[in-house]
């Protein structure tokens, strides 16, 4: 007799296909057990269990999971911040440090499709801090020459960031209305090739003004966020502007050659030099307090200039630290509280200064690659290129502790504090947000001096780092504005009546802080230019002549010229050069009642068409020869015997670049042709 006898063992049965973790139970007797449901051949993956978010404290393991059925077999990959870390079903660190927080998700595969799992954020309290650290939304695609060392700067008005994305990459314009989801909305492109891009930016009412290396200061009309278009160019003694900074109706501006330069931007378009450091130094970042400015000189370490007397910066204190490190600086930034500077270098690290030693100025260093610095409350932000965003508690201000870092795809080159939101940038710009424990609001931005046009729309903010919930009070010359309670005020089709101070009171369970937030007066009157001709989706001919038409309202002058691409302009008349796209500007400059405005319009350029000479042969059925025209374009074959009339041969439309023509009615003698583009 057989004996019969039946095993657990489990075992995957080919031919079913079965879904994920559905195993088929087989008795070594006969007959095979429940197997439940199966999957069919073709079925591609479907998460079944999304990942959750994970806040823990530093030291705690950590653990994503996914899990998700469909044909095997199956193949996963967790990306964090865009780059890939693991290749399991569950991502998993026995013990949670500050370079795993961010966004992560999963994607699983297999040979019919993938599906990606929601995006999920893993926060951490930093060791000993007080605070949170919360990723948001990131936006890749920023710096062109990313990892070759650039600093990305970025001002945040309302709605929109404005970045400086270094190199020859331009101003980039993000939407972070929603900071899970950033967008951008514009992007203008760079003036000059590598090395000469936007290392900087400020905000002056309508207007952005860019520190572009050897270009000068840029001046953009951001008064449209969407459109941003260039008003002006201000070239400065020296070459290589690489910071700008605006306190009320003044910027000061670091050049490598000038060094420190200090401009009246009270017409932002027409800046006035009031002063500049003798003798310069190679001035990169820079920081206003009060009659202090705290200058980062890519030689020389940090530089104190008195600016009480801005036609005459006296330099106070010089800290030439590369003598004390015993190497050469890259001082990129700088920012200074209760008598100590804090300087971010590019080679050395955070570099603490006190100022008033006599000797021994320099007191702590950390780290060796950072390119900027903030604070956030009794924290410093830190952009380092190679670990990212680092933060330092301040609590003994003279030895920074260390209590975390994020580290976002290609590290960090620049760090934007804005209450409790920090911008870092670098290949991305990513969006962080800062829970404090127990700490009352600060506000550290600078008051805004600002010239509005009457009719326009304002946003007024109040940037206050400290712990949730904050309530809000706005004042208007002291007077309470019933029912703004909120950290921004609108201020919709402003008149004359709404001229004057606002200050804000904000306050939460630790405290309460009031802070000025803005002044603001009549400024000069928009006129904005409004293209004529030629229209927009006009093509246009290699050699050809077209007038250019723009004007106002009030019809003020209009200067034309090339903002991109390769044309000659004669006055309001264009001759595109080369084939490709031609951008011109029409600007109406301004004056003392009128903002400089300005609008583009790209135009695409193709080369007429035309015969390709050596492709001219007589053929027994006549002539035949090759027109070379644009796709889509229609021409017409023109035919003469004695080069007086004319007679149309053909009329055809371009399939491809190259059309072939068989002249079939030639007879003996010479045989003249030429070509019209018809549309």
């Known amino acids: ?121 893993v926060t951490m309290d930093l060791p000993g801090g007080g605070l949170l650290l919360r990723p948001r939304g990131s936006i890749g695609g920023l710096v062109l020459g990313a990892g070759s060392g650039a600093p990305v700067r970025t001002q945040l008005r309302g709605k929109h960031a404005f970045v400086a994305a270094g190199w020859d990459d331009g101003l980039h314009v993000i939407d972070v209305s929603d900071p899970d989801v950033p967008r951008r909305v514009a992007k203008l492109p760079g003036t000059r090739a590598f090395w000469e891009g936007p290392f900087d930016v400020a905000l002056i009412d309508d207007f952005a003004l860019v520190a572009e290396r ?228 600060e506000i550290t931005v600078p008051t805004e001096d600002r010239h509005v046009t009457l009719g326009s729309d304002i946003v007024l903010e109040a940037f206050a780092t400290g712990s949730e919930p904050m309530i809000h009070t706005w004042f208007h010359d002291g007077t309470e504005l019933p029912g703004e309670n909120s950290p921004t005020l609108d201020l919709p089709h402003i008149g004359e009546a709404d001229m004057g101070e606002y200050t804000v009171e904000v306050s939460n369970a630790f405290g309460s802080t009031t802070y000025e937030v803005a002044k603001l007066s009549v400024g000069r009157l928009g006129d904005p230019v409004a293209w004529v001709a030629p229209e927009a989706d006009a093509g246009l001919l290699v050699g050809g002549a077209y007038p250019l038409e723009a004007a106002t309202a009030l019809g003020r002058p209009i200067i034309f010229s090339v903002a991109s691409g390769t044309a000659e302009l004669d006055g309001s008349m264009l001759t595109p050069q080369e084939a490709g796209v031609v951008t011109i500007r029409a600007l109406a400059e301004g004056d003392d009642d009128y903002l400089p405005k300005a609008a583009e319009r790209s135009f695409q350029v193709v080369a007429p068409p035309q015969i390709v000479p050596d492709t001219v042969r007589l053929e027994e059925g006549g002539f035949a020869f090759v027109v070379q025209a644009p796709v889509g374009a229609t021409f017409a074959v023109l035919v003469s015997e004695d080069l007086r009339e004319w007679r149309e041969l053909t009329v055809r439309q371009a399939e491809e670049a190259e059309t072939p023509i068989l002249d079939d009615q030639a007879v003996a003698g010479a045989r003249f042709y030429r070509i019209e583009l018809r549309s």
Not at 73 to 87: A, E, H, K, M, T
Not at 354 to 376: K, T
Not at 399 to 422: D, M, Q, T
């Open 1 to 121: 007799m057989r004996a019969r006898y039946r095993t657990n063992r489990m075992f995957r049965v080919p031919a079913l296909l079965p879904c994920p973790s559905l195993l088929a139970v087989v008795f070594m007797g006969g007959g095979l057990g429940p197997v439940g449901s199966t999957c069919r051949a073709d079925d591609p993956p479907v998460i079944v269990t999304q990942p959750v978010p994970i806040n823990s404290a530093a030291g705690e393991e950590m653990r994503l999971e996914v899990v998700a059925t469909g044909t095997e077999p199956l193949s996963y990959q967790w990306f964090q911040n865009d780059r890939q870390v693991g290749n399991q079903p569950v991502w998993y660190r026995p013990v949670t440090l500050s370079q795993f927080v961010g966004l992560y998700w999963a994607v699983v595969s297999n040979s019919e499709g993938s599906v990606t799992s929601r995006v999920v954020s």
């Open 214 to 441: 050897i270009a000068g200061l840029g001046i953009i009309d951001i008064s449209n966020p969407a459109a941003p278009v260039r008003v002006g160019r201000f070239i400065l003694p020296g070459r290589y502007t690489s910071s700008v900074t605006v306190r009320g109706r003044t910027a000061f501006v670091g050049n490598e050659d000038a060094g420190l330069v200090i401009l009246d931007v009270d017409r932002p378009e027409s800046p006035v030099i009031i002063g500049s450091t003798s003798p310069p130094n190679k001035a990169n970042g820079i920081w206003v307090q009060d009659d202090l400015v705290y200058v980062g000189s890519w030689d020389d370490g940090l530089s104190v200039v008195d600016v009480s007397n801005p036609a005459a910066p006296e330099e106070r204190t010089a800290v030439p630290y590369s003598i004390a490190l015993n190497n050469s600086v890259a001082a990129f930034d700088a920012v200074a509280r209760d008598g100590l500077a804090y300087v971010a270098d590019a080679g050395r690290g955070l570099i603490v200064v006190d100022p008033a030693l006599s000797s021994d100025q320099v007191v702590a260093r950390f780290g060796d690659r950072i390119w900027d610095v903030s604070f956030a409350g009794r924290y410093l932000v830190t952009a380092d290129q190679n670990y990212g965003l680092r933060l330092f508690d301040l609590l003994t201000p003279a030895s920074p502790g260390e209590i975390g870092f994020y580290r976002p795809l290609g590290g960090a080159l620049g760090a934007c504090v804005r209450g409790n939101r920090i911008l870092v940038g670098e290949r991305d710009l990513s969006l962080l947000d800062l829970d404090f424990v127990e700490m009352a609001p």
